[in-house]
């Protein structure tokens, strides 16, 4: 819709699409529950994807298996990921859910 309104030089428009779309909110997970959505579609998951570390540390050992370090930085990668799900803390309807896995 912006760039419809850039094309036909229109800065009404521009400066409406701006407006609206670059509202910052600072209770946006207050803002879902009041209208009865599900907050967890805004709220911090603290979810890391360690996939592609895991890849690379994996494709890197394949091409020169003499070296040991790769088996400290998977170790490392291991317990780091361990330790994220152990602390891993989520915000549930007004209060501190922990999760350990």
Request: glycine share 2%; with cysteine.
């Amino acid at each position: 819709m912006y760039e419809y309104a850039i094309q036909s030089e229109n800065e009404k428009l521009c400066g409406k699409i701006k407006e609206v779309f670059d509202l910052q909110f600072d209770d946006l997970p207050n803002r879902f529950r009041r209208f009865g959505l599900d907050d967890s579609l805004v709220c911090p998951s603290y979810v890391i994807n360690t996939s592609f570390l895991q890849e690379k540390i994996k494709r890197t050992r394949d091409e020169n298996p003499e070296l040991r370090y790769h088996e400290d930085n998977e170790e490392y990668l291991i317990r780091k990921t361990k330790k994220q799900y152990t602390l891993s803390i989520r915000w549930r309807n007004g209060r501190h859910v922990k999760i350990n896995f």
